[in-house]
């Protein structure tokens, strides 16, 4: 069974960058698609950025330009380097392997001045 754990949120001032990690266990995420996800308050998950096996991203509008997807197989990780943070950026951010229906505990970002 696959695990997911995120990490590297926090509290940044507008304009600054993060860059959020997703470390697998117990599965290669190289055999999978990936995405992350983000929730804010009161509001409905969105899917904020993709990756396929192949490599091929995707992004979501409000995001693209900014937001970048990797992923480093021999670490089994993806990550989401987010660049220009604003404030509506503030979030909870999953990662997620919707193969597996696998999704992480969540780490909060936080844009604020």
């Known amino acids: 069974q696959v695990q997911l754990v995120e990490s590297g949120g926090g509290l940044v001032q507008p304009g600054r960058s993060l860059k959020l990690s997703c470390v697998g266990s117990g599965s290669a995420l190289l055999a999978y698609d990936m995405n992350w996800y983000r929730q804010a308050s009161g509001e409905q998950r969105e899917l904020v950025a993709s990756?396929?096996?192949?490599?091929?991203?995707n992004y979501a509008d409000s995001v693209k330009g900014r937001f970048t997807i990797s992923r480093v197989n021999a670490k089994n990780t993806v990550y989401l380097q987010m660049n220009n943070l604003k404030p509506e950026d503030t979030a909870v951010y999953y990662c997620?392997?919707?193969?597996?229906?696998?999704w992480g505990q969540g780490t909060q970002v936080t844009v604020s001045s």
């Open positions: 990756i396929k096996r192949a490599g091929t991203t």
């Open positions: 997620n392997l919707p193969r597996l229906d696998a």
